[in-house]
C-alpha cells in the first residue's frame, strides 16, 4: 500500500499498541565496556620484549659491560697508563681464586738447568712451585717447572692483576675496560650522529619528492661509493689519529641506511588521510615532517640504531687492530687485540679477554636488537611471544 505525502494514515495505524515495538530479545543491546585498560603501540611492544628472556638477558648483560667499563678504570688501583718493569707479561691472579688453583699466578717455564733453581737471583725463594718435568740433554739436567711469576719477577707480596699485564707492565684489566668505555663511546656517538643526519636527510627527500628526492638519494649514492679504508686514512692524515677521525670515518656514510629508511617511511605515510588534512588547515612543513610523519618511523629509527651499535664497535675494534685507531696510550678493546695477536703463543691470556670481551658485546646488542625489532614489529601487536 502506497501512501501520499501528508495524507492521514488509516484509522487501524493510529491505535497500535506499545507492546507491538517491544524489543524480541530478553536483554537490550548494548556495546560492552571493555575490561581491561587501552595499551598503546609502545607498552605494548615492552610488554612482547619483557616476555622474550633471550632479550632481557642480553639487556641486562650490555648494562652490565657499560658499568664495569665507567667503574672498574676507577677502583683497581692502577692507572691505564702506569707501567712496571719488574711486572712485564704477568698471567692473572685473582685472590681467592689463587686458592682453588686457578688464576694463582703462576706460569711454566721449560728448558731450565737445574743447577738454576738454586740460584736465587734467577729463581727468587719461593718462586718455584713444583719441578713438572725433569730431562737430560746434552748431558745436562735440564727441567720444566712451574713457578709463582709474581715472586720469580720480584713484584711486591699481595700484589694483584686479575687479567695479567702486557708487555710494559701495565694492568690489563684497567686497560680492558678503560678500552670498552673508549669503544661504547665511539658507537654511541657514531650511532647518534649517524642517526640525526639520516632522519633529517631522509625527511627533506621523503617529504619533498620529484627532483629533490632525485638529486639527495643520487648524492648519497655517490658517497656510498667511497672506499672505506681510504676515507680512514684521509682523515687520520687530515685529524691525526684518535677518536675524532675515527667518528668521522662511521659517519661519513654511516648515515646513508638510515636516510634510505627514514625516506621509504616519508613516502608510505605523507600520503595518509590525517596528513592531508593537516596541511589543508596550514600546518607548515615543518610541523607535518617532525609531529605528524616522523614519529610513525621511530620504532625502525630504534631498531637499526641499536642494530648499528655492535657494528660501529667491530669497526672501530678493525681500524684499531690495522693500525688506524687510537692514538697510544689510549687504550681500545680493538688496541689490546692488536697488541696480545704479537704474543698469543707466549701469553694467550693477553688476546683471550679482550675477545671475549667484544664476543659478548657483539652477541648481546644482537640478540637484544632482534628481540626490539620483534617487539616493534605492528604486524605483531597483540601477540604472546
Same mark, same amino acid.
Given at each position: ?6 495524507? &492521514? ?22 556495546? /560492552? ?11 605494548? @611492544? ?5 616476555? *622474550?628472556? +633471550? ?23 692502577? *692507572? ?35 743447577? *738454576? ?25 735440564? +727441567?720444566? %717447572?712451574?713457578?709463582?711469576?709474581? @715472586? ?6 699481595? /700484589? ?14 684497567? =686497560?680492558?675496560? =678503560?678500552?670498552? =668505555? ?16 639520516? %632522519?633529517?636527510?631522509? *625527511? ?17 649514492? +655517490? ?7 681510504? %676515507? ?42 590525517? %596528513? ?7 600546518? &607548515? ?18 631498531? =637499526?640504531?641499536?642494530? @648499528? ?77
Amino acid at each position: 500500500m502506497i501512501y501520499e505525502k501528508n495524507r &492521514p494514515l488509516p484509522e487501524e495505524l493510529n491505535n497500535l499498541s506499545d507492546e507491538l515495538f517491544a524489543p524480541t530479545g530478553s536483554e537490550t543491546a548494548s556495546d /560492552e565496556a571493555f575490561k581491561t585498560e587501552p595499551v598503546g603501540f609502545y607498552r605494548d @611492544a615492552l610488554n612482547r620484549l619483557r616476555k *622474550s628472556k +633471550v632479550s632481557v638477558a642480553s639487556f641486562w648483560i650490555i648494562v652490565v659491560i657499560i658499568l664495569l667499563a665507567l667503574i672498574v678504570p676507577e677502583i683497581t688501583g692502577y *692507572s691505564y697508563t702506569q707501567q712496571s718493569v719488574k711486572g712485564k707479561n704477568l698471567p692473572p691472579k685473582i685472590p681467592y681464586l689463587e686458592k682453588l688453583g686457578v688464576c694463582d699466578g703462576t706460569q711454566v717455564l721449560t728448558n731450565r738447568k737445574k743447577s *738454576s733453581l738454586d740460584d736465587p737471583k734467577r729463581f727468587p725463594e719461593g718462586s718455584v712451585v713444583e719441578i713438572l718435568k725433569e730431562y737430560d740433554v746434552n748431558g745436562v739436567a735440564v +727441567v720444566d %717447572v712451574r713457578v709463582d711469576a709474581y @715472586a720469580y719477577a720480584g713484584v711486591p707480596e699481595g /700484589e694483584y692483576h686479575w687479567f695479567g699485564t702486557d708487555y710494559l707492565g701495565r694492568d690489563l684489566l684497567t =686497560r680492558l675496560f =678503560r678500552g670498552a =668505555r673508549i669503544s661504547l663511546l665511539i658507537a654511541f656517538i657514531s650511532v647518534v650522529t649517524n642517526v640525526i643526519i639520516g %632522519v633529517i636527510y631522509g *625527511s627533506i627527500a621523503g617529504y619533498y619528492g620529484g627532483k629533490i628526492d632525485m638529486f639527495l638519494t643520487h648524492f648519497a649514492e +655517490v658517497l656510498d661509493g667511497l672506499p672505506y679504508i681510504v %676515507v680512514t686514512i684521509l682523515f687520520m692524515i687530515l685529524f691525526g689519529s684518535g677518536m675524532f677521525s675515527i667518528i668521522l670515518a662511521l659517519t661519513v656514510t654511516g648515515w646513508i641506511g638510515t636516510a634510505r629508511l627514514t625516506r621509504a617511511q616519508f613516502y608510505r605515510f605523507k600520503g595518509r588521510e590525517y %596528513v592531508l588534512a593537516a596541511r589543508t588547515l596550514g600546518v &607548515p612543513d615543518r610541523k607535518l615532517i617532525f609531529r605528524h610523519i616522523l614519529p610513525n618511523t621511530v620504532g625502525p629509527l630504534i631498531t =637499526r640504531a641499536m642494530i @648499528a651499535i655492535p657494528g660501529a664497535i667491530f669497526s672501530e675494534s678493525f681500524l684499531a687492530y690495522i693500525g688506524l685507531g687510537i692514538k697510544p696510550p689510549e687504550p681500545s678493546i680493538g688496541t689490546l687485540l692488536s697488541v696480545g695477536q704479537d704474543v698469543l703463543l707466549q701469553y694467550p691470556t693477553q688476546t683471550l679477554f679482550p675477545a671475549v670481551l667484544i664476543s659478548v658485546l657483539m652477541i648481546a646488542f644482537n640478540l637484544f636488537s632482534n628481540g626490539l625489532r620483534d617487539a616493534m614489529d605492528p604486524t605483531r601487536r597483540g601477540e604472546d611471544v
